[in-house]
Structure formats: C-alpha cells, structure tokens
Nanobody, 121 residues
C-alpha cells in the first residue's frame, strides 16, 4: 500500500558527490519524519540524517558539513545531497519514512529497498 522508491546511488570517486532521492507513494495521509540510514558490510544500520515535517534536521557526526538532507512535501520525497564523499561512506543507503496511511491510522515506519553507494578510486 505504501512504496518507497530510491534512486541516485552508484560508484563515485573520493571527493565526488551524489544525490539520493526517495519518493513515497500509495496510501498516504500524513508524513512526519523522513530520513536516511546506511549499512556497511559487517556493520549495523545507522542513522545518517533525518528531517522533520517542520524542516528540522539531524545528522550523524561523520557526515556533518558534507551531507544535506531535504524534502519536498508536495512530492512526498526526501533527498540526501552527499558531497566530499569518502571511501568510508561506502554502504547501502536506506530511506526511512514515518507516516500514517489514513486519518484514523497510527504512525508507521516504512523502509526503502536500499541503494548502494560505492566511493572508490
């Protein structure tokens, strides 16, 4: 009933940039928080950045000053602009959206399918 479609990943050289997008569609009444997590091989999934419906943002220390999270509420889309990429940013990135499907529904968390980002020369 709710789909999250991610795009924008790929291979980039150190110091390069990528922009990830995640569009939510389907049965959506209200979206609150949106964000991105990442999981490197052999590691747990960690928060990268998040943004509230009011535009307040939160970043992991490792990406502060390099990554920017934003959202387009009219398009139900969240973005992650990644600059000055480092090899340690290599991971599968997951979109995370908190929403209610209807007026009477409670908030639920949905995950994207994951998109790979590889930073390598």
């Amino acid at each position: 009933q709710v789909q999250l479609v991610e795009s924008g990943g790929g291979l980039v050289q150190p110091g390069g940039s990528l922009r990830l997008s995640c569009a939510a569609s389907g049965r959506i009444f209200r979206i609150t928080d949106m964000g991105w997590y990442r999981q490197a091989p052999g590691k747990q999934r960690d928060l990268v950045a998040s943004i509230t419906s009011g535009g307040s943002t939160n970043y992991a220390d490792a990406v502060k000053g390099r990554f920017t999270v934003s959202r387009d509420n009219a398009k139900n889309t969240v973005y992650l602009q990644m600059n000055s990429l480092k090899p340690e940013d290599t991971a599968v990135y997951y979109c995370n959206v908190e929403l209610s499907p209807s007026l009477l529904s409670s908030l639920r968390t949905f995950w994207g399918q994951g998109i790979r980002v590889t930073v390598s020369s």
